[in-house]
């Protein structure tokens, strides 16, 4: 790593290290010790909580200054060359500091990000793509959050649950537009899960195989260990026949395996 980029990256975690070095003095004093135990989850929690925070928005922002002075040397090498969106739009003009805000599970950050503009058309973002970042505010994994949480109970229970984890991060009126986008697709599912219908052409076999009635005696073979049971005997199925197996029917007589088949065609 370039001393450059050295100097930059304690630059950016040292918010960070401050904090944990303030909840390491937390712990170590002395009037922490009279605390009980549920006194010290919720102040390691809390504090973990914000640490992890501020780790990912240090992360965000060593991300940006290296995009910036990256992008910024290509511009220069390529001689001002701009960037084509999906739109077959060509962008030369550059601009950095543009920032937008993420709701993550370990509270909001801010990310920064280089934008590639043209007259009439919208901005691009690169890091956008790099990061993979929602279209909204919210981020996956507190959508993802926001779903399971939601299943147990009502939105009220489930935005109480969010908030003690994460802290006020989502309302309820995006929770509730996150689990409704998040089943936009289960129509499409179950409808993958429905078996289409023959046709004329296909024919439609049942073939089933017995080994007998389930009360009828054991006879001994020839040989066999006294209390061994004999293998079952296989039934070959015919050639070509392949299928689901289909649970034997509650009080049959006999006891053997049923399978229904869709031969296609012949050519």
């Not at 918010?15 to 006194?39: E, M, R, V, Y």
């Not at 919210?138 to 939105?155: N, P, T």
């Not at 054991?218 to 199925?237: I, N, S, T």
């Amino acid at each position: 790593m370039e001393q450059y980029d050295t100097a930059v990256m304690a630059d950016c975690f040292a918010s960070a290290k401050n904090t944990f070095n303030c909840l390491i003095g937390q712990l170590t004093d002395p009037a922490t010790a009279a605390l009980s135990h549920d006194l010290l989850e919720d102040l390691v929690a809390e504090q973990g909580r914000e640490l992890l925070r501020r780790l990912l928005q240090a992360h965000l922002d060593l991300r940006a200054m290296r995009e910036r002075r990256a992008t910024l040397r290509a511009r220069r090498d390529a001689g001002g060359a701009g960037v084509i969106g999906a739109d077959e739009v060509v962008r030369r003009r550059l601009e950095t500091g543009h920032h937008r805000q993420l709701a993550t599970m370990m509270g909001t950050v801010t990310v920064t990000r280089c934008a590639w503009r043209a007259p009439g058309a919208a901005n691009l973002y690169p890091a956008d793509a790099a990061l993979s970042l929602p279209a909204g505010r919210h981020s996956a994994g507190l959508a993802r959050l926001a779903v399971r949480e939601a299943v147990h109970g009502s939105f009220d229970a489930a935005q109480a649950a969010i908030t003690s984890r994460c802290g006020p991060v989502i309302g309820k009126r995006q929770l509730q537009e996150a689990v409704v986008a998040a089943a936009a697709d289960i129509d499409a599912f179950y409808a993958q899960q429905i078996p289409l219908p023959c046709t004329a052409e296909e024919l439609l076999v049942l073939s089933g195989a017995r080994q007998g009635r389930g009360d009828a005696p054991r006879r001994l073979a020839a040989g066999r260990p006294a209390g061994g049971r004999a293998p079952p005997r296989e039934v070959p199925h015919p050639a070509g026949l392949r299928g689901e197996a289909l649970p034997q029917a509650h009080g049959h007589a006999g006891r053997g395996l049923r399978r229904r088949s869709r031969t296609p065609p012949a050519p």
